[in-house]
């Protein structure tokens, strides 16, 4: 059994978060911006399924990204060298969402139900949400997006219309986010395609303490006002 969340803004200890499935700590709640932020602060993230309720996860081992370790294989080296392309910050972060939300090949579904667009399109309002994207011929074929507090990032979903348009974006993403003071980007859980661009696992520990020496620390101005042309 797991504990089910009131109207107080509380969550059990992350330690108590289950083995199987793997980070599960918490249903119900709300999906407010106040309730959100405190998740994150915690280590903590909303993910859920059409006609579930809201689940609240932390997982142990975390997937991570630190900036320096990023891989670039040579195939995604030369698409950033010769392709003619722009990257923008926050100028279609609905979009972005909403093209995340589009269910994947041999996905029956998404987690990125309207409750959650509309949840983290709030948070954009309000400017801990954001999206880096890849624009090709003045449409937006790529991107990601995820929320920011302190000089800490946590990633959410990406998406492609073109061949690697996300690719393009998450690097431009986290080569900016190392200049602005940021060390390490969550990546939430294990899948190839991060590992493959040199995400890695680390222990809740790890993960806890950074992630409170990073949240306190202020942002820098220039955090979120980044753009690129590549012609």
């Known amino acids: 059994m797991i504990p089910w969340l009131d109207s107080e803004l509380m969550f059990p200890p992350v330690q108590q978060a289950l ?9 119900g709640g709300d999906l407010s911006p106040s309730r959100i932020l405190k ?3 915690l280590g903590i993230f909303p993910w859920f399924s059409a006609g579930d309720p809201i689940l609240w996860w932390s997982p142990a081992p ?5 900036p320096e370790e990023l891989k670039l294989s040579r195939s995604l080296a030369k698409l950033l060298r010769n392709s003619h392309y722009e990257i923008r910050v926050d ?4 979009e972005v969402m909403q093209a995340c939300a589009l269910p994947r090949d041999g996905q029956p579904g998404t987690w990125i139900v309207p409750e959650m667009v509309a949840a983290y399109c709030r948070l954009h309002q309000l400017g801990y949400a954001h999206s880096f994207e890849t624009w090709m011929d003045g449409q937006l074929v790529g991107g990601l997006y995820g929320v920011s507090l302190g000089q800490m990032f ?26 602005q003071g940021v060390s390490m980007i969550d ?10 661009l040199g995400a890695r696992l680390v222990s809740r520990d790890v993960f ?9 620390q202020s942002p820098l101005v220039s955090m979120w006002n980044y753009s690129f042309s590549h012609d």
């Not at 959410?156 to 190392?178: D, P, T, Y």
């Not at 990546?187 to 493959?196: A, D, E, F, N």
């Open 187 to 196: 990546c939430q859980m294990h899948t190839p395609h991060l590992q493959s």
């Open 62 to 66: 975390r997937m991570v990204l630190f």
């Open 208 to 216: 806890l303490a950074t992630l409170q020496e990073k949240i306190q």
């Open 39 to 41: 998740a994150y602060s």
């Open 19 to 27: 083995s199987e499935p793997n980070g599960l700590l918490a249903a």
């Open 154 to 179: 946590y990633g959410e979903s990406m998406f492609s219309r073109r061949s690697n348009a996300s690719k393009l974006a998450f690097v431009h993403l986290v080569r900016h986010l190392q200049s």
């Open 91 to 94: 100028t279609a972060f609905a």
